[in-house]
T-cell receptor, first 111, second 114 residues
């Protein structure tokens, strides 16, 4: 079945460092891909999405490119802030119409 | 604010009991999803409804059941509760089915079984 694999956390960075959180997927067909963010004590919020191969989703300085050849959707940000500390979830929606999530990656940014 | 409302925010109950979690989707959204988030299991998909009909089922226990009502709100019923059912339960909604559609999440209900 469809699945999403994320790098394990926590990822610990200093402010202004470069961020990469790896995400790979397994799915039949051509799924849509999403990144969600969960701040402490809150629900999940959509961060960005890409719906076809080579699409780049971007929001709030975060970017991810849908790479079909490597079945990946890695999340990147050029300069993280303390306020970016949260748990980040990669997700896909495929032919089954289910929205399938990875296990989440906790990001901790220190000043 | 996502527009998805979940009640109650917190629930503490004893083993063996039954509880009902409620979700009001965003205005106009036809799809409702339920997820369980526990520390060791991540975010697990439980069940999806679309316009009152069950659409997809995930890792939902037989002790759990859900439904979506004609006004599109949904309820998740958890019975014969066990300590391991303690978790955050999230509801999400989306306007329609479809590959490109994202879901909008509520703030969750934290269930503690003692």
């Amino acid at each position: 079945g469809d699945s999403v694999t994320q790098m394990e956390g926590p990822v610990t960075l200093s402010e202004e460092a470069f961020l990469t959180i790896n995400c790979t997927y397994t799915a039949t067909g051509y799924p849509s891909l999403f990144w969600y963010v969960q701040y402490p004590g809150e629900g999940l919020q959509l961060l960005l999405k890409a719906t076809k191969a080579d699409d780049k989703g971007s929001n709030k300085g975060f970017e991810a490119t849908y790479r079909k050849e490597t079945t990946s959707f890695h999340l990147e940000k050029g300069s993280v802030q303390v306020s970016d500390s949260a748990v980040y979830f990669c997700a896909l929606r495929g032919n089954t119409d289910k929205l399938i999530f990875g296990t989440g990656t906790r990001l901790q940014v220190f000043p | 604010d996502s527009g998805v409302t979940q009640t109650p925010k917190h629930l503490i109950t004893a083993t063996g009991q039954r509880v009902t979690l409620r979700c009001s989707p965003r205005s106009g959204d036809l799809s409702v999803y339920w997820y369980q988030q526990s520390l060791d299991q991540g975010l697990q998909f439980l069940i999806q409804y679309y316009n009152g009909e069950e659409r997809a089922k995930g890792n939902i226990l037989e002790r759990f059941s859900a439904q979506q009502f004609p006004d599109l709100h949904s309820e998740l019923n958890l019975s014969s509760l066990e300590l391991g059912d303690s978790a955050l339960y999230f509801c999400a909604s989306s306007p329609r089915q479809g590959l490109t559609t994202e879901a909008f999440f509520g703030q969750g209900t934290r269930l503690t079984v003692v």
